[in-house]
């Protein structure tokens, strides 16, 4: 199969956010799991390299949890047919002392945004994500003189980026606006991939809970390879909404070889013929 055939086989319009962990109660009543043996331990397998010196990106990545979820997530399998409401675990969300540092006179918007998270949130009505809410790729192709290419497989179909290494942002892109993942391009800062995306819309939320944003925001992600983990870290800077620049909260992924399927196209089922918000996430 070739590159462009990886990459074409794997791309389907998304609208994200069913990423989440396996449940752990049992894990809970059983007690902690042991530390795996060091021999074990994916972070401390050597980080491959590419022939120009940067780590190598390539593969699959499973990831733990989303954007909305707080530190000291564990690893875990995605389960992409879960209903959101299972896996918000609002409590705790809310307990989070990270959180969207939005200006106060605009609190009372988040809040109405988030009662009527169902009715607006466009990740209801079979429309992309958007970034940094897709969180990291679930798989990346990094090869000589072409964009880095970030693939994702989404509970609602699968989506694509293409980042372009040591370029300016594209013109033309930025000319249409109205993007749902904006206009990315790279840099290499050591060993870390630093990704800059600007150019969005405002339809997308940066998460649940109505975290909205303005077409001023610009997202750097932060990308490094430790043996076979796949470190991510995105900062979100949008002055019209914003304090100040926000980090969110760190995710890991592991090396698995599991591969990215072709999930089945959202159907966007009209909101007026459901009763329910349970009704409305099976969809």
Same mark, same amino acid.
């Given at each position: ?16 956010? &069913? ?26 397998? !050597? ?15 499973? #990831? ?9 997530? /564990? ?6 047919? #879960? ?5 918000? $675990?609002?409590?705790?969300? &809310? ?6 540092? =939005?200006?106060?006179?605009?609190? !009372? ?6 009662? $009527? ?7 209801? %009505?079979?429309?992309? @994500? +958007? ?20 693939? &994702?497989?989404?509970?609602?179909? $699968? ?25 990315? #391009?790279?840099?290499?800062? +050591? ?7 600007? @150019? ?8 649940? =809970?109505?975290?909205?944003? /303005? ?5 750097? *992600?932060?990308?490094?390879?430790? +043996?076979?983990?796949?470190? =991510?870290?995105?900062?979100? *800077? ?6 100040? !620049? ?24 009209? %909101? ?12």
């Amino acid at each position: 199969m070739t590159f462009l055939n990886t990459i074409v086989t794997t791309v389907a319009l998304s609208a994200a956010l &069913y990423l989440v962990g396996p449940a752990v109660s049992a894990q809970r009543a059983a007690g902690p799991p042991a530390a795996p043996p060091a021999g074990d331990d994916p972070a401390r397998k !050597p980080t491959p390299r590419l022939r120009d010196g940067h780590p190598d990106l390539n593969g699959f990545w499973a #990831i733990g949890r989303g954007p909305d979820t707080p530190v000291g997530s /564990s690893f875990g399998e995605r389960n992409a047919f #879960i209903k959101r409401g299972d896996a918000r $675990n609002a409590a705790a969300q &809310y307990a989070d002392p990270n959180q969207p540092p =939005y200006k106060p006179e605009l609190m !009372p918007k988040v809040e109405e945004l988030a009662k $009527n998270e169902s009715k607006v949130d466009t990740a209801f %009505f079979c429309k992309p @994500g +958007g970034v940094p809410r897709i969180g990291p790729p679930h798989a990346i192709v990094q090869a000589p003189g072409m964009p880095i290419v970030f693939l &994702y497989q989404l509970g609602a179909g $699968n989506t694509f980026r293409q980042v372009p290494v040591g370029t300016a942002h594209d013109k033309i892109a930025l000319g249409l606006g109205d993007l749902y993942n904006g206009d990315s #391009i790279a840099r290499w800062d +050591g060993e870390t991939l630093v990704v800059e995306t600007i @150019g969005f819309n405002t339809e997308t939320w940066i998460g649940i =809970y109505g975290w909205f944003h /303005s077409d001023k925001m610009k997202v750097v *992600e932060r990308m490094s390879r430790v +043996g076979d983990t796949l470190h =991510y870290q995105a900062t979100i *800077e949008d002055p019209e909404v914003f304090t100040r !620049p926000w980090t969110m909260n760190p995710w890991v992924s592991v090396k698995t070889s599991e591969r990215i399927v072709e999930n089945p196209p959202c159907v966007e089922t009209d %909101f007026d013929s459901l009763t329910s918000l349970d009704a409305k996430t099976k969809h």
